[in-house]
C-alpha cells in the first residue's frame, strides 16, 4: 500500500477540518503529497432568457469554492495543492479525482450526526466505501480540534479468509513507511448465557483466532514490532473496548471478499467497527 499521494475532500465546517487535519498527519508522516478537493454540483444549462441566471449561479459557485479551498488552505498550509471538483456527488465526484490524480488515499471526516470522538457514515462515506479504487481513511468527529502528533500505531482488525494475509502485508508496508508499530486483532463476538457446549465451542473458537493471528503475524517481525490480541465481548463495540487504543492509533479494515475486485466494499462486521472506533479508520480495497 502507497501513502505518497493523500486526496482530502474537503468542505466548511467541522467535518472537513477532522478530515483534513488527519490527512496532513498522514501526509507529513508519510513523507508524500497532499492535494485538498472541495467538489460541487455541475451547473445545469437552461434554454433561453434564463442563461443570465446560469451565469450568477456558476459565478456563485466558484465564488465559494474558492472561499472554501482559501479556508482549507489557512488550515493545512501553502505545502498542498488545491482544487475544485465538479460531479453530481461528493463521494463518487472524490472516486473521481482519486483516479484521475493517481491518489493512494482519500480522507474525509464523519458525517455530522455523529457522536464525538466516533465516526458516523453518511452519503459521501457511503459512495467511497462502496466504490473507491483506493483506501478510504475515515477521522473520527472532533478529531481536528486536538490532532495527535504523530501516528504511533496501526491496528489491522484480522478474520482469517480471503485477502486477509494481503491486508496484513499491506497494513506492515504502511507500518514500516509510518515508523510505526503493527497490531492484529481478531474479534471474537459471543453471547452472554452459554451452555457447556458453546462454551467448549467458543474455546476453540478463540484458540482457532490466536493461532491464526500467529501464523499472520509471522514473518513481519523482522522488521516490525508485531502484537496479536484476541478481542472479546458480547458486541463489536464491546470486544474492542476491552483493548488499550493510543493516542495516535489507526484501525486498517480489509475489504468485504464479496465485493469487487480493486474496490472498497465494506461488510457488516467492518460497518461495526468503523461506528465503534474511536480513532480514525482505513479501509483497504479487495486484493483478492
Sequence with gaps: MKLE???AGYVPGPRGRDGLALAVLLKEQARGRLTVANVQP??????GPARA???AWRTYLAEQAASTLAQARELAGEDAEYVRHTHRSSGR???ELARKRGADVVVIGSAPRGGRGRIALGSTADQLLHSSSVPVLLAPRGYGEQPPAAFDRLTVAYRRGP???AAVKDAARAAARLGVSLRLVTLVVSSGRRAGVEEEMLVRLRDQAAADLRTAARGHRRRLSVEA???EGRSVPQALGTTSWLAGEMIICASSAT??????FLGDTSIKIVKAATCPVMVL???T
Design 285 to 287: 480495497t479487495r486484493q
Design 259 to 264: 465485493g469487487p475486485l480493486r474496490r472498497v
Design 163 to 165: 485477502g486477509a494475509d
Design 53 to 55: 441566471e446560469e451565469t
Design 93 to 95: 465526484g472524490l472516486v
Design 5 to 7: 499521494k493523500v486526496l
Design 229 to 231: 490480541e484476541v478481542l
Design 42 to 47: 455541475p451547473v445545469w444549462t437552461p434554454p
